[in-house]
């Protein structure tokens, strides 16, 4: 124990540091001696002190690199692009090439609130949707999920619906009694419905509503678009690029008036925006709990220096050397998160570290 560790290192020097002592053997013995005072459980408090403030701080540290990690490995599947360029007029041929010219893919969507109608039997049946059209290179990034059945077994598609085709959510074709190649009439012109539209990979910079949602080739609306017959709420570009190109589409769109822009890379889109909220209050909670355990520690700091100090003087009483027992408070300060009772006599496992097997009985000693 701690009395047979002290004995052999003073009658045992390290033949290669003549008069002194092996740093292995100080060592050995400033760890038992801390082990000993950590069984005693004389400085619970401070172990759990460090214990939660080094938990939290590994916890939030992993949740963040993990939450970081999945934005950037699953962002094309809730943003569909790199980039998005939200308008609420259409881009003009130049500021269009503009666009072209520095991004890998370019897809332009269109939104419109439109009426559907459908006849059954003797019923007139309507309802107003949010209507998408795309264009054959939507999405840019991710796929689109869809399902031919009922059931609602998703399909992973990569191309939105082809022309004259309509695409619907489910509980839209419920409210029309609408089944898989039925006709439906969206101001005046026919589409076959083919597919119930599941989920988009761009539905998340588009924002959360309720609103009924269907999609249709962008091509199949040009004639009512040319009527004027629909008339667009807003317009959407998604482009796919590398980091080298996005200052590039930055500049391009701060030209355009009303232009939103909303890319990964910026980190602007709403579910970091989200994320960094979160970020802020686990940011100021790890701070008010360094704070509070710098004062528990603070409060205790007596518990580990002068029991450091005595345990010092008495391995020096017993014949330990000056220069040793400057290592023995070393090793003692790097073995931190371990208190000391503040008695007079150590005592562990009935060995005395002040008598008995060194046979030396002290004045300043209860035990002598």
């Known amino acids: 124990m701690l009395v047979n560790a002290l004995s052999n290192l003073i009658d045992k020097r390290a033949p290669e540091s003549g008069n002194g002592y092996s740093i292995m053997s100080l060592w050995a ?4 001696f801390h082990w000993q005072q950590t069984r005693s459980r004389v400085n619970l408090v401070q172990l759990l002190t460090l214990f939660i403030l080094f938990f939290y701080l590994s916890f939030t540290t992993l949740l963040g690199n993990g939450v970081q ?13 790199d980039s998005v360029v939200q308008t609420f007029q259409p881009l003009n041929q130049n500021q269009r090439s503009a666009f072209i010219q520095h991004s890998h893919e370019f897809s332009e969507t269109q939104t419109y609130n439109v009426t559907l109608t459908h006849q059954v039997a003797d019923k007139h049946l309507a309802q107003l949707v949010r209507l998408k059209a795309v264009d054959d290179n939507y999405p840019v990034l991710g796929t ?4 031919e059945k009922q059931g609602l077994i998703t399909t992973e598609y ?10 619907l959510e489910s509980r839209l074709a419920a409210a029309l009694s609408l089944k898989i190649n039925d006709d ?3 101001a005046g012109q026919t589409f076959r419905f083919t597919h119930y ?11 959360h509503n309720s609103d009924m949602r269907a999609m249709v080739h962008l091509a199949s609306l040009k004639k009512l678009i040319q009527a004027n017959t629909l008339e667009a709420k807003s317009y959407r570009y998604l482009m796919a690029h590398d980091e080298a190109q996005l200052q590039s589409l930055v500049s391009a769109s701060d030209d355009i008036d009303g232009a939103t822009l909303i890319s990964q890379t910026l980190g602007n889109h709403p579910l970091a925006k989200s994320w960094q909220r979160v970020e802020k209050f686990m940011g100021l909670v790890s701070v008010l709990l360094v704070i509070l355990a710098s004062i528990i520690l603070a409060l205790n700091n007596q518990n580990v220096i002068k029991p450091l ?16 027992s400057k290592w023995l408070v070393i090793f003692g300060g790097v073995i931190y998160d371990c208190n000391y009772p503040s008695s007079k006599c150590f005592i562990g496992n009935s060995d005395h570290l002040c008598c008995g097997a060194m046979a030396r009985k002290l004045p300043h000693c209860d035990c002598a």
């Open 29 to 32: 013995l400033s760890w038992q």
């Open 69 to 81: 990690g999945y934005l950037k490995q699953n962002l094309q599947q809730l943003l569909g692009a």
């Open 144 to 147: 689109l999920g869809v399902s």
């Open 158 to 167: 990569t191309k939105g619906p082809s022309q004259d085709e309509i695409w």
């Open 184 to 186: 439906i009439n969206v």
């Open 197 to 207: 539209l599941i989920s988009e990979p761009d539905r998340l910079s588009e924002g």
């Open 309 to 324: 100090q005595t345990f010092s003087a008495i391995c020096m009483a017993n014949g330990l050397a000056k220069q040793a």
